[in-house]
C-alpha cells in the first residue's frame, strides 16, 4: 500500500494542489479498486473443513492450533492433563481446554453417554468461576462421583489448587505455575462406580460453552456514536453475544495473547483499520427484532489460528446475508437489509463517450431455481438438520429446467433464522442484474461502496467504486430490492423433534421395552390352554444369551420362572405354572456370555385375567378338518362314478406321416340278422413319432338284440416317451336291458414320469335300474414323488333311490413328507337327499410333522365287546354315553350330577351343592 500511496500523493499533488481527498481517492483506486468482497452461493470449491458451532473431535496433545468459540457451541475440548489415585486408582481428574480468550461460562447441560443430562450448580472448593456436578451421577449416599470445575479464561486467573495437591506426589504433576491465563478449560473429576461407569466405559464429555465475551462499539462512550460503559482496553467490560456484526469485528480485531500482545486468532486490525460506520448498522440490523419476535441475525462459530481469514468472515457474512467491503481502504460490511437509496442515476449522470456493461437478466447459467440447505440444530443434539428447499415453479418454467444448489447454514443454531437466510440468498440470485456504468465526477464523489442508489426504475446496490488515472469513475451495480428482504411468504424454520438418546447395545443391563399379556395356547388333544405372552423390544447385542422371566399370581408371593433362549425374538410364551381365571405379575432380566452387571425391568402387571381352559376350540377345528376331509371323499366318488365313455376306432392320422393299413372283414347277414368281424391293422412313422394299432370288431345282432366285443391295441413312440395300452368292450343289449364289462390297460412312460392303471368297470341295466361295479388301480411316479391308488366302487340306482359305496387305498412318498390313507365312504338316498357315512384312516405330514388320525361320520358311534352283560360305548347326538368309566387322570373344566343338585368347576377351584 505505501508504494500506491505515493504514487497517488504525486498525482494529487500536480493536478489538484496536494488534496488531501484527492491523494486518498486515487490511493485507494490504485490499490484495489475499492472492491467489495461479495460471497458467492454457488459452484464454489469444497472448503477444506466446515465451519460449524460444534467441534465434535477431542484433541489430544500441545500440537493443536489455538482456537475460539464466537456465540454458543458444543465441544468435547483438547484434553491436556490426565491424572489418577488413591486406592485401586479409584479417583481420576482431567483437564480439557475448551477455547482460548475470556468466556462467558458453560450452559446448563451436558451430553454424556449419548444423553443431555443437566448441570447442578455447587458450592466453588477453590479458584474455578463455577462447579457442578452431573445430574444422576451420584453413589448410593447421594454424594457426587461426577464433577465438573469450570475456568472461565479471564485474566489473572489463578491455579486449580486441589489438582495441585491430588497430582503433587504423581509422576504427572498439575504445576501451581499451570493457571492457563487466558485459557477457557475444564478440571472433570470422578470417582470409579462401577455401577455407573463399570459396563459403559470412561465417560465422554459434550460441553455447551458460552464463548467469547466481545467488544461491542456501540456500547463505548469513547467511540464517535457509541454509548456505555464498554472499553477495547478492557475485556472485563465486554459481554457474550451472538450478534454476527460483533462477531466479525471482534475477528478484525483479533484475539491477542495476554503477555506479547500477538495476534492469536483473527486479523489483529486496529478500529483505525475499521470502517465503524457499516459495522454500526450491521450490529443494529442484526438486533432488530422480526415480526416472530426474534432477532434477525444470530450465529455461533468456533475458528482457529490456521484458518483462512477470508472464509472465516465469509460465514458471519452468511450469517447476516450480507457482504464485506473495503471501502477507502477500511474494512467493513452491509448487512442483509433494505436500504434507502441515496441517489437517483439520471442519463445527464451517465458520459455518452464512455462505454457501458449492462445485463439486466443473467443468464440461466448463474441462476438456480432450488435451493436447500442445512444448520445445526440443537434439539438434535447440534447435529445438521435440513432446512425447507426454496424454490418456485414460475422461475423453473422460466429457466427451462430445474437448476438446483445448496447452502448450509451451519454457524446458525435458530431453525427460522436458517430459514430465513436461505430465502434471502434465493431471492437475491433470483434478482442478478449487473451493471458497469461510467459516471460523472460530480455524481461519483458523492456516493460509495454498500450504498444503494436508483437507476432506470429499479434500486441497485454499489457493490466496485473505481476511479482511473485520470480520476473517471466507474460504478459497478448490482441488483437490489426491499422486497428480498421481506418475511411475507417466508415459512418458519423446520420442527427438530429432539431424538431418543441412544442405547449401547453392550451396555444393557435388561431388556428394553418388556411387557407381559395374557393369551391362549391350542395344546394337545385340542384343548385350548390359558398363556402368559411376555414381548421386549430384540436387543443387537450377541453376547445376550438368554431372557428370564420371573412372574407371579397377583396377590401372592410365589414365584415362577421361565427364560427364552433366543433374545432376538421378541416374544415368548409360556403355560409354564399358569392357571385360569388368574391376574399376574411379571418382570425379567437378561443371561450374557460373558457375565456383567444386569437388573430386573420394572413389574409389569397382565391387562386381564387369563382365560379358562378349553376343550371347545380345538375341537372344533379337528371337526372342521374331518367334515372337510369327508367333502373331498364324496367329490371323489362323485368323480368316480361318472359315465367313462371309451370311443372305439377314432381317426388315426399322422400328419406327414407314411405307413400301411391292412384290414380284413367278414360279414354276413339275413333279413335283420347280422354277424361280422372285422380287424384291422395300422401302423405309422415320421420323423417324431412312430405308432402301431390292432382293432377287433366281432357283431352279432338280430332284430332289438345285439351282442358287440371291440379290442383295441395301441403301442406309440416318441423321442422321450413311450405308450401301451389295451381297451376291451363287451356290451350285450336285448330291448332296454344291457350288460357292459369294459377294461382298460394303460402304461406310460416319458422322460419326467411313469404310469400304470387298470380300471375294470361293470355295468348292467335293465328299464333305467343300474348296477355298477368300478375297480381302478393307478400307479405313478416322477421326479418329486412316487403314488400308488386302489379305489373300489359299487353303486345300484333303482326308481330314484340309490345306494354307493367307496373303497379307497392311497400311499404317497414325497420330500414334503410320506402320508398314506385308507377310507370307506358310503352314501343312499333319494333323488331329493341323501345320508352319508364313512371313516377314514390316514398318516399326514404337518408342518414337518408326521401325524395319525381316525375320523367317523355317523349318527350313532357304537364299540361293544360282545358281551350281553357289558353295556357299549356310543357316541350319539353330540353327546358321549358310557355305563362304567376306570380313569387314571382327568382333565375337566366343570363337572355336575345329571340332577343339577351338585357342581365342581375344576378350574376356578369351587364346589356348589344345592338344595
Request: some cysteine; hydrophobic content about 40%.
Amino acid at each position: 500500500m505505501a508504494i500506491f500511496t505515493s504514487i497517488a500523493t504525486a498525482i494529487a499533488g500536480a493536478l489538484f494542489g496536494g488534496s488531501a481527498l484527492a491523494a486518498s481517492l486515487i490511493g485507494g483506486a490504485l490499490a484495489f479498486g475499492a472492491k467489495l468482497a461479495i460471497g458467492k452461493l454457488g459452484q464454489q470449491k469444497q472448503q477444506k473443513r466446515k465451519y460449524t458451532a460444534v467441534q465434535g473431535e477431542i484433541q489430544f496433545g500441545g500440537d493443536v492450533p489455538v482456537g475460539t468459540l464466537y456465540g454458543v457451541g458444543k465441544t468435547k475440548g483438547q484434553r491436556t492433563f490426565y491424572a489418577k489415585w488413591g486406592s485401586g486408582n479409584k479417583w481420576n481428574a482431567e483437564v480439557f481446554v475448551l477455547a482460548n480468550g475470556w468466556c462467558d461460562g458453560l450452559e446448563p447441560y451436558v451430553y454424556i453417554y449419548g444423553e443431555k443430562k443437566a448441570l447442578v450448580s455447587r458450592p466453588v472448593i477453590g479458584n474455578e468461576v463455577a462447579n457442578y456436578h452431573i445430574e444422576g451421577f451420584v453413589n448410593g449416599s447421594g454424594d457426587p462421583v461426577l464433577t465438573i470445575r469450570f475456568y472461565d479464561g479471564r485474566p489473572g486467573q489463578l491455579v486449580d489448587q486441589k489438582l495441585v495437591d491430588v497430582s503433587a506426589a504423581l509422576g504427572n504433576k498439575w504445576k501451581s505455575t499451570s493457571i492457563n491465563a487466558g485459557i477457557c478449560y475444564v478440571v472433570v473429576e470422578r470417582i470409579y462406580s462401577d455401577k455407573l461407569f463399570g459396563s459403559k466405559g470412561r465417560p465422554e464429555l459434550e460441553f455447551v460453552l458460552r464463548g467469547l465475551r466481545e467488544y461491542d462499539p456501540r456500547k463505548d462512550s469513547t467511540v464517535a456514536g457509541g454509548s456505555g460503559t464498554q472499553r477495547l482496553n478492557n475485556p472485563s467490560t465486554w459481554v457474550h453475544t451472538k450478534n454476527p456484526a460483533v462477531h466479525r469485528l471482534n475477528y478484525q480485531l483479533g484475539l491477542r495473547a495476554l503477555v506479547s500482545g500477538r495476534t492469536l486468532i483473527g486479523e489483529g486490525k486496529s478500529l483505525g483499520q475499521i470502517d465503524l460506520a457499516t459495522y454500526f448498522v450491521a450490529m443494529n440490523v442484526c438486533d432488530t427484532l422480526r415480526a416472530n419476535g426474534k432477532k434477525t441475525y444470530e450465529c455461533s462459530l468456533f475458528v482457529s489460528g490456521d484458518d483462512d481469514h477470508t472464509e472465516v468472515l465469509k460465514q458471519f457474512d452468511d450469517a447476516m446475508a450480507g457482504y464485506g467491503l473495503n471501502r477507502r481502504g477500511l474494512s467493513g460490511v452491509i448487512p442483509g437489509a433494505p436500504q434507502i437509496p441515496v441517489k437517483d442515476l439520471t442519463a445527464a449522470d451517465i458520459p455518452i463517450d464512455r462505454a457501458k456493461d449492462v445485463q439486466f437478466r443473467p443468464s440461466a447459467f448463474e441462476r438456480f431455481n432450488h435451493l436447500s440447505g442445512q444448520f445445526t440444530s440443537i434439539e438434535s443434539m447440534w447435529n445438521p438438520e435440513s432446512l425447507k428447499p426454496v424454490y418456485v415453479n414460475a422461475d423453473i418454467a422460466a429457466d427451462g429446467r430445474n437448476r438446483q444448489t445448496s447452502i448450509d447454514f451451519l454457524q446458525v443454531t435458530d431453525p427460522d433464522i436458517a430459514q430465513y437466510l436461505l430465502n434471502i440468498r434465493y431471492r437475491q440470485n433470483r434478482m442478478g442484474g449487473k451493471a458497469t456504468v461510467p459516471v460523472s465526477r460530480r455524481f461519483g464523489l458523492a456516493v460509495q461502496e454498500g450504498e444503494w442508489i436508483t437507476w432506470r426504475g429499479k434500486s441497485w446496490l454499489i457493490s466496485e467504486w473505481r476511479a482511473d488515472d485520470r480520476l473517471r469513475i466507474t460504478l459497478v451495480l448490482s441488483e437490489a430490492s426491499a422486497a428480498i428482504y421481506d418475511d411475507a411468504g417466508i415459512q418458519p424454520g423446520p420442527i427438530v423433534i429432539p431424538p431418543t438418546p441412544p442405547v449401547n447395545p453392550s451396555l444393557l443391563s435388561t431388556v428394553q421395552n418388556f411387557n407381559v399379556a395374557v393369551g391362549m395356547i391350542n395344546g394337545a388333544q385340542g384343548y385350548d390352554t390359558p398363556a402368559l405372552v411376555f414381548t421386549w423390544t430384540p436387543p443387537d447385542d450377541p453376547t445376550i444369551t438368554a431372557v428370564r422371566f420371573v412372574y407371579q399370581i397377583e396377590g401372592t408371593t410365589e414365584l415362577f420362572e421361565d427364560q427364552c433362549t433366543s433374545p432376538e425374538d421378541g416374544l415368548f410364551r409360556t403355560t409354564k405354572n399358569v392357571v385360569s381365571g388368574k391376574v399376574y405379575n411379571a418382570r425379567a432380566t437378561i443371561t450374557t456370555v460373558p457375565d456383567r452387571l444386569r437388573t430386573f425391568t420394572p413389574w409389569m402387571t397382565t391387562a386381564q385375567a387369563t382365560g379358562l381352559q378349553t376343550l371347545l376350540t380345538g375341537l372344533q377345528q379337528l371337526q372342521d378338518d374331518a367334515l372337510n376331509r369327508f367333502k373331498e371323499l364324496q367329490q371323489e366318488m362323485d368323480e368316480f362314478f361318472r359315465p367313462r365313455l371309451v370311443e372305439l376306432l377314432d381317426a388315426f392320422s399322422l400328419e406327414g406321416a407314411v405307413g400301411q393299413i391292412e384290414r380284413q372283414q367278414i360279414v354276413a347277414s339275413i333279413g335283420d340278422a347280422l354277424a361280422q368281424i372285422t380287424e384291422e391293422r395300422r401302423v405309422r412313422v415320421s420323423e417324431n413319432e412312430a405308432t402301431a394299432q390292432l382293432l377287433k370288431y366281432l357283431q352279432a345282432s338280430l332284430g332289438g338284440t345285439n351282442a358287440r366285443l371291440i379290442t383295441e391295441e395301441t403301442v406309440r413312440a416318441t423321442a422321450d416317451s413311450a405308450l401301451s395300452s389295451q381297451i376291451t368292450q363287451l356290451t350285450a343289449e336285448t330291448g332296454s336291458n344291457a350288460a357292459a364289462i369294459q377294461a382298460e390297460a394303460t402304461a406310460r412312460a416319458d422322460a419326467d414320469s411313469a404310469l400304470s392303471s387298470s380300471i375294470t368297470s361293470l355295468d348292467a341295466e335293465v328299464d333305467g335300474n343300474l348296477a355298477r361295479l368300478i375297480q381302478e388301480e393307478t400307479a405313478r411316479a416322477n421326479g418329486d414323488s412316487a403314488n400308488a391308488t386302489s379305489i373300489n366302487g359299487v353303486s345300484a340306482d333303482f326308481n330314484g333311490r340309490f345306494a354307493q359305496g367307496l373303497v379307497k387305498f392311497e400311499a404317497v412318498a414325497a420330500p414334503a413328507g410320506v402320508d398314506a390313507r385308507f377310507s370307506v365312504l358310503l352314501r343312499a338316498g333319494t333323488s331329493q337327499s341323501f345320508k352319508v357315512s364313512g371313516f377314514y384312516v390316514e398318516l399326514y405330514t404337518e408342518g414337518g410333522v408326521q401325524k395319525s388320525r381316525m375320523a367317523v361320520q355317523a349318527d350313532q358311534f357304537l364299540v361293544t365287546s360282545g358281551n350281553n352283560r357289558h353295556y357299549p360305548l356310543v357316541f350319539e347326538n353330540g353327546e358321549l354315553k358310557l355305563a362304567i368309566a376306570n380313569i387314571g387322570t382327568v382333565n375337566a373344566g366343570l363337572l355336575q350330577s345329571l340332577n343339577g343338585k351338585m357342581k365342581i368347576d375344576l378350574n376356578n377351584g369351587t364346589i356348589e351343592i344345592f338344595s
